[in-house]
Protein backbone atom coordinates (compact mmCIF):
# COMPACT_ATOMS: atom_id res chain seq x y z
CA UNK A 1 0.00 0.00 0.00
CA UNK A 2 1.31 3.42 -1.25
CA UNK A 3 -0.26 6.85 0.54
CA UNK A 4 0.54 10.07 -0.79
CA UNK A 5 -1.29 13.07 1.45
CA UNK A 6 -2.12 16.21 0.05
CA UNK A 7 -4.47 19.16 0.65
CA UNK A 8 -2.23 21.26 3.38
CA UNK A 9 -1.65 25.18 3.06
CA UNK A 10 -0.80 28.12 4.54
CA UNK A 11 -4.61 29.96 6.18
CA UNK A 12 -5.23 32.05 9.14
CA UNK A 13 -7.02 31.07 12.70
CA UNK A 14 -10.17 30.01 11.88
CA UNK A 15 -10.18 28.72 8.40
CA UNK A 16 -10.65 25.37 7.56
CA UNK A 17 -8.58 22.81 5.20
CA UNK A 18 -9.73 18.78 3.93
CA UNK A 19 -7.10 17.00 3.76
CA UNK A 20 -6.83 14.29 1.69
CA UNK A 21 -4.70 10.73 1.44
CA UNK A 22 -5.44 8.95 -1.66
CA UNK A 23 -4.13 4.98 -1.43
CA UNK A 24 -2.72 2.64 -4.32
CA UNK A 25 -2.67 -1.44 -3.68
CA UNK A 26 -5.03 -3.74 -3.14
CA UNK A 27 -7.30 -4.16 -0.14
CA UNK A 28 -6.83 -0.62 0.80
CA UNK A 29 -10.70 -0.39 2.36
CA UNK A 30 -9.75 -3.70 4.42
CA UNK A 31 -7.40 -1.07 6.87
CA UNK A 32 -7.97 0.97 8.96
CA UNK A 33 -6.80 4.57 8.31
CA UNK A 34 -5.66 7.13 10.63
CA UNK A 35 -4.18 10.73 10.75
CA UNK A 36 -1.36 11.90 12.60
CA UNK A 37 0.67 15.46 13.01
CA UNK A 38 4.13 16.46 14.35
CA UNK A 39 4.86 19.82 15.28
CA UNK A 40 8.14 21.27 14.58
CA UNK A 41 10.61 19.77 17.74
CA UNK A 42 7.59 17.56 19.18
CA UNK A 43 6.75 13.59 18.80
CA UNK A 44 4.33 12.50 16.59
CA UNK A 45 0.83 12.58 17.77
CA UNK A 46 -2.30 10.77 17.43
CA UNK A 47 -5.22 12.82 15.66
CA UNK A 48 -8.48 11.07 13.98
CA UNK A 49 -8.98 7.22 13.00
CA UNK A 50 -11.63 5.07 10.85
CA UNK A 51 -12.05 1.40 10.53
CA UNK A 52 -12.56 0.06 7.41
CA UNK A 53 -15.70 -1.81 8.23
CA UNK A 54 -18.14 -0.10 10.04
CA UNK A 55 -16.43 3.48 9.41
CA UNK A 56 -16.33 3.90 13.37
CA UNK A 57 -13.80 7.03 14.38
CA UNK A 58 -12.08 7.96 17.16
CA UNK A 59 -10.68 11.49 17.85
CA UNK A 60 -8.16 12.93 19.96
CA UNK A 61 -9.58 14.35 22.71
CA UNK A 62 -7.75 17.89 22.28
CA UNK A 63 -9.09 17.85 18.76
CA UNK A 64 -12.55 15.99 18.81
CA UNK A 65 -15.20 18.39 17.47
CA UNK A 66 -12.75 20.78 15.13
CA UNK A 67 -11.56 17.86 12.80
CA UNK A 68 -13.46 15.20 11.04
CA UNK A 69 -11.99 11.76 9.77
CA UNK A 70 -13.98 10.22 6.50
CA UNK A 71 -12.98 7.46 4.03
CA UNK A 72 -14.68 6.62 0.19
CA UNK A 73 -13.64 3.34 -0.23
CA UNK A 74 -14.24 3.55 -3.90
CA UNK A 75 -11.96 6.68 -4.49
CA UNK A 76 -9.52 4.40 -1.92
CA UNK A 77 -9.09 7.67 -0.34
CA UNK A 78 -9.65 8.75 3.83
CA UNK A 79 -10.00 12.63 4.28
CA UNK A 80 -9.16 14.85 7.47
CA UNK A 81 -11.18 18.00 7.69
CA UNK A 82 -9.74 20.81 9.67
CA UNK A 83 -11.98 23.52 11.16
CA UNK A 84 -11.44 26.35 13.01
CA UNK A 85 -7.67 25.98 12.74
CA UNK A 86 -5.52 27.51 15.10
CA UNK A 87 -2.00 28.57 15.09
CA UNK A 88 -1.06 25.97 17.51
CA UNK A 89 -2.59 22.98 14.77
CA UNK A 90 0.78 24.22 12.86
CA UNK A 91 2.15 20.52 11.56
CA UNK A 92 3.10 18.15 9.19
CA UNK A 93 0.28 15.72 8.91
CA UNK A 94 0.66 11.81 8.20
CA UNK A 95 -1.98 9.36 6.98
CA UNK A 96 -1.25 5.96 7.81
CA UNK A 97 -2.47 2.67 7.30
CA UNK A 98 -3.03 -0.28 9.66
CA UNK A 99 -4.07 -4.19 9.70
CA UNK A 100 -5.64 -3.72 13.17
CA UNK A 101 -9.65 -3.93 12.60
CA UNK A 102 -10.10 -1.54 15.16
CA UNK A 103 -9.45 1.86 16.06
CA UNK A 104 -5.38 2.44 16.03
CA UNK A 105 -4.27 5.46 18.27
CA UNK A 106 -0.65 4.53 18.68
CA UNK A 107 1.85 5.01 15.61
CA UNK A 108 3.37 1.55 15.96
CA UNK A 109 0.19 0.17 14.85
CA UNK A 110 0.52 1.64 11.86
CA UNK A 111 1.86 -0.32 8.80
CA UNK A 112 2.38 2.03 6.17
CA UNK A 113 2.49 6.10 5.78
CA UNK A 114 2.02 8.79 3.56
CA UNK A 115 5.06 11.61 2.82
CA UNK A 116 3.23 13.96 5.24
CA UNK A 117 1.32 17.51 4.07
CA UNK A 118 2.21 20.88 5.91
CA UNK A 119 0.04 22.96 7.73
CA UNK A 120 0.70 26.40 8.70
CA UNK A 121 -2.01 28.27 10.40
CA UNK A 122 -1.04 32.37 11.16
CA UNK A 123 -2.16 34.48 13.80
Known amino acids: VQLQASGGGLVQAGESLRLSCAAS????????MGWFRQAPGKEREFAAS????????YYSDSLKGRFTISRDNAKNTVYLQLNSLKPEDTAIYYC?????????????????WGQGTLVTVSS
Open 50 to 57: ITWSRGST
Open 96 to 112: GASSYTSIATNAQMYDY
Open 25 to 32: GPLFSRYT
